[in-house]
Structures are given as structure tokens and as C-alpha cells.
């Protein structure tokens, strides 16, 4: 099994972070240009808002992002130490942030884990034991938060055409059921019959207009059974952390959006339960988008689901959203993947060349 590094620096190039902005940019302008009720007075919505409201959204996001910390050190088994966790996570959400929402970071997870020395086997089991807690997140979660919203989930036709609210509606059970079946047939690959996964995906791709992948499905079948040989015998106390770890992540990252909008304008109870179902139902149809990040994707949906509870001041929310969501880690991805590739291929290359000498100098 072999990692692509040519593909991978191809996605980890910081000339990238230009794609997705350009993109949301270019969806601002739009809402400047075709929706009437955004005009040049919008912005001035931002000194109405509620500054201790703006510095729960902040810390909330950042209790996200220690969860993300946590969470990998405690599925590789703490080999990484918190600075090399935090390297890894900020790299790992700036792929993600540069890649369309359905392609993800999977593969530069997985490079950047065996670049921290953890062997590849290892990291392909961790990056999919990631994966499938996160989409079972969105598989056991949408149909409890669905009770608990009493079906107030998609924005009522005042907000949408009818046609657009149908559609939408439509784009959401296909996503869950496709992400819920994907995650279904991983789950019983790596944890139950991984050899077998890997007959049906050569069967698969033997047949006649598939036979050009059947390679590439050979060496995924293969990854599966050394992850699986990996992830198996693990015990309870692996597994409870990790699974926690996961629900106050998703919770946390949802959550920030409930005090954003909260700045701007007092919510009951259930308009809070409201809100953060929603989030859960705008990010599955978010993750078929084609664009990086869901650049555009997200800012025009987000109008969608969210204007009714925001009315003027949905527009500078959804900047804001972004401003604390997304566009941060293009920020730090850049910043930390110079110093990350220094590190990680200059420093190996260097004490290989000169075994046993002081670097130092002293």
C-alpha cells in the first residue's frame, strides 16, 4: 500500500485557500446584487450585536476544536503529544477546507499520520474510525433530533418556493440514506468481515465497464483488512472516549451557531432545539457539495434555514458563521504547513544525513 504524494501536496497547497474564498465572495456579491433585502446597511447589523454572545460562539468553537484534539490523540493511542495533535487536526481540517465537502480529507489525514510516525496500516484504521463515528453521528442523530423538533426541521414555503422546499427535503433522505448506508457496510467491513468486503469489491469492479478500477479496489480491500486486524480486540475503555469525544465535537460545532444567532435575537428553548436541528440537517445535504468546503453551498442554505428566525440580520450571521467556522482554518492551514513540512521531511532528512551529530551545535 502506497500514499499518493504527489496528489497529496497537489491538495496541502496553500495557493488553494484562493478557491473557496473567491467562491464565497463571489456569493456575497450575488446576495448584494439579486436579493433586495441585502443592501449596504446589512453590515451595520454587526453593532447590534450581543458581545457576550459573540464570545460563547468563540469559545465554543475553540471546546470543537479541543474535542478534535483529544479525540485523535485518544484513537492513535496518545502517540501524538498535544502540539503534534494540534498540528495534525489543523492540517487535517485545512484539507478539508480546500477539498469538495464529498471528497473530504481522508487521504491527507492519513498521509499526515504516517508522516508523524505512525505506520500505515495504523493511521488508515484511525482516519476510518473517524469517519464512520462521524457519519454515525449524523445516521443515530438526525432521527432524534427530528422527535425533538416535532418536524419544524426544513424552512416553512413562507421562506421557500414549495417546489425548492420539496427538493430540498428530497436532497436531505437521499444524502442520509446514502450516509447511512455507507457507513452500515464500513462498519460491518472493518469490524465484522473485512475479507469478505474485499471479495465483493473485486467482484464489483471485475464487471466489464468497472474493470479499470478493479486495482484501486484491490489495494482499498486490502486497507480495509489491515485496519480491521488493527482496530480488533480493542476495548471498551478505547472506544468510550472516542465515541463521547465525537458527540461533543458535532454538539459543540452546532452549538456555536445557536449563540450566534442569540447575539442578534432572543430565542426560546425550542427555537434553540429548532436551530440546532436544522444545522444537523443542513450539513448532510452540505456534504454532496462540489465546491471546497462547501464554499457558496453553505452561504446560500444557510439564508435558507436560518432567515426566518433572523429576518435582517441574516446576512451579517452567515458571514460571521463563516468567519468563525471556516475560513480560520484556511488561515492556520497555510501558516502551519510550511512549519509542519519543515519538521516532519527537512529534520528526518537532516539527522539521516548526519547520524549521532549535535544539531544543535553545542
Known sequence: MKLDNKKIFQTLNPNKIWVPVIIGLAIVFGMFYFDPSVNKDSLSGIFDASIPWIVVAVLVILFRDAGYVYRIREITDRH????????????????????????????VAIFILNKEGIKLGRAIAFVMVTAILDNLFFVIGAPIILFFAKGNIFPSSKVLEMQLENSMEAIFWISYSLYALYSLVMAAALFYRPRVFKWVLIKIFSIKWLRKWKHDAQEYGDQIIVASKELSGKKWNYWVPIVVATIFIWSSRYLMLNALISAFVPLAAFEHVIIFARQVIMWIVMMISPTPGSSGTAEFFFGQFFTEFLNSYTFVTSILWRLLSYYPYLILGAIFLPRWIKQVFFKKKKNKINPGQDVSGS
Open 80 to 107: 501524538l503529544t498535544w502540539k503534534r495533535a494540534i498540528y495534525v487536526i489543523i492540517l487535517w481540517e485545512f484539507a478539508s477546507a480546500v477539498t469538495p465537502s464529498v471528497v473530504g480529507g481522508t487521504a
